[in-house]
C-alpha cells in the first residue's frame, strides 16, 4: 500500500466494514507525486464521537494521526515528533487525560489498524458518565 489509491481505498474499506461506523468520507486528498500523498478521512461512529484519520506518505515513510473526538479530542495516536522522550517516539498516545504517553503503533496501518479500533471499541463501550 504505497500508493494514494491503495492506502485509501483500504482504509474506508476497513471503517466501511466497521459496525460502529454509520457514514465515511475522505475530507483531503492530495498527490505530490507517486511516491508522496496526503489524506484525511473522517468516520461518523456512535453519535457524537468521530474517528479521523491523517496519513502523509513520502519516500516509504508514513506520517500518521488516529483521533478519536466529539465537541473537543479525545484520544490520539500519531507519530510527530513532539514527544521525543519516550521509548517508543516518535510513536506516543494522548489520552483521555490529555497526556502524552508510549503507544503500541509503529506506523504500519495493517498492524496499527486493529490497535486502534480495539482501543476506540473499548472506549465507546463505557458507560455515557464516564466518556466526556
Same mark, same amino acid.
Given at each position: ?21 454509520t457514514?465515511?468520507?475522505t ?22 464521537? &468521530?474517528?479521523? &484519520?491523517?496519513?502523509y ?13 466529539n ?24 489520552n ?16 496499527d489498524?486493529? &490497535? ?13 458518565s464516564?466518556?466526556?
Amino acid at each position: 500500500m504505497n500508493t494514494l489509491a491503495s492506502l485509501l481505498g483500504w482504509v474506508v474499506s476497513q471503517l466501511q466494514a466497521w459496525t460502529y461506523v454509520t457514514k465515511v468520507q475522505t475530507l483531503e486528498t492530495e498527490s505530490f507525486d507517486e511516491h508522496q500523498f496526503h489524506f484525511k478521512v473522517r468516520a461518523q461512529l456512535t453519535p457524537p464521537f &468521530i474517528l479521523q &484519520i491523517r496519513f502523509y506518505y513520502n519516500q516509504g515513510y508514513l506520517d500518521y494521526a488516529y483521533q478519536l473526538f466529539n465537541d473537543g479530542p479525545l484520544l490520539r495516536w500519531d507519530n510527530k515528533e513532539d514527544a521525543t522522550d519516550l521509548p517508543t517516539a516518535p510513536h506516543h498516545f494522548h489520552n483521555e487525560q490529555s497526556e502524552i504517553v508510549e503507544s503500541p503503533l509503529n506506523g504500519d496501518p495493517v498492524r496499527d489498524g486493529p &490497535i486502534v479500533r480495539e482501543a476506540v471499541e473499548h472506549f465507546l463501550s463505557k458507560p455515557l458518565s464516564s466518556n466526556p
